[in-house]
C-alpha cells in the first residue's frame, strides 16, 4: 500500500546548523509530495510541495526535491532558527481515486540559540 | 481571516459520555476532514466529506459519527467515548476533494485535545 516512513525524532540542532529531514515513500502511480509544519499548540500548515519527478517545492528557506529515482522527498534548510522548531509531516497524495492525504509519523525539530 | 475553527480546544470526558467537536471554515470549500493525531503515527484520517450533504469513512472511521450541516460546518461526534479516542483531533477543509495536479492542499484547524477516562 501507499506510505510515508520519515526519520524519527527529535532532531536537536543549534541555530545556523545544517537541517536534513529524511522522507520515503512507497506508492503506486505518480503521488504529489508535501511537507507540512505543525508550530506548537497550533494545527498542520503547507510548507511546500512537489507535483512532479525533479521538481524542488520550497518556503521560507526550505527546500526539498522529488526523487522518483530514490522515491525520497527530504527536507533541507541551510541554516536553522529557533523559530523553526516545530513537527514537520512528510505526506503525499496518491493518484488515483481521492486524493488522501497520507502523512508520515512526524519528525519533531529542537533548534537552541 | 480566520480559516478553520475548531471547539472545544480541550475536553475531558468519562468512559462512556458523548460529545461533539465543532468545525468551520470560511474559506467557501466544498470539501472537509476530520484527522486524529495520535504520537508516532501521523495523522490518521477518520471521516470526509466531499462536499455538502456526502459523508464518508476514513481509515479509522468506528466510534464516531459526522455531520456535514452546511457548506461551512463539519462536526464530529463520539456517541459513548472511549480511552482508546484520547488523541488531539484536527479539522480540515480543502477546495475539492481532487484536483486536476493532485495537489490538494488542506488547510487545518488549530486542533481539539481530547481525554478520555
Known amino acids: 500500500g501507499n506510505s510515508v516512513t520519515q526519520m524519527e525524532g527529535p532532531v536537536t540542532l543549534s541555530e545556523e546548523a545544517f537541517l536534513t529531514i529524511n522522507c520515503t515513500y512507497t506508492a503506486t502511480g505518480y503521488p504529489s509530495l508535501f511537507w507540512y509544519v505543525q508550530y506548537p499548540g497550533e494545527g498542520l500548515q503547507l510548507l511546500l510541495k512537489?507535483?512532479?519527478?525533479?521538481d524542488k517545492g520550497s518556503n521560507k528557506g526550505f527546500e526539498a526535491t522529488y526523487r522518483k529515482e530514490t522515491t525520497s522527498f527530504h527536507l533541507e534548510k541551510g541554516s536553522v532558527q529557533v523559530s523553526d522548531s516545530a513537527v514537520y509531516f512528510c505526506a503525499l497524495i496518491t493518484g488515483g481515486g481521492y486524493n488522501k492525504l497520507i502523512f508520515g509519523a512526524g519528525t519533531r525539530l529542537a533548534v537552541h540559540p | 481571516n480566520a480559516g478553520v475553527t475548531q471547539t472545544p480546544k480541550f475536553q475531558v470526558l468519562k468512559t462512556g459520555q458523548s460529545m461533539t467537536l465543532q468545525c468551520a471554515q470560511d474559506m467557501n470549500h466544498n470539501s472537509m476532514y476530520w484527522y486524529r493525531q495520535d504520537p508516532g503515527m501521523g495523522l490518521r484520517l477518520i471521516y470526509y466529506?466531499?462536499?455538502?450533504?456526502?459523508?464518508d469513512k476514513g481509515e479509522v472511521p468506528n466510534g464516531y459519527n459526522v455531520s456535514r450541516l452546511n457548506k461551512r460546518e463539519f462536526s464530529l461526534r463520539l456517541e459513548s467515548a472511549a480511552p482508546s479516542q484520547t488523541s488531539v483531533y484536527f479539522c480540515a477543509s480543502s477546495e475539492a476533494l481532487r484536483v486536476a495536479s493532485g495537489a490538494n492542499v488542506l488547510t487545518f484547524g488549530a486542533g481539539s485535545r481530547l481525554t478520555v477516562l
Open positions: 512537489a507535483t512532479k519527478a525533479d
Open positions: 466529506s466531499a462536499s455538502e450533504g456526502t459523508t
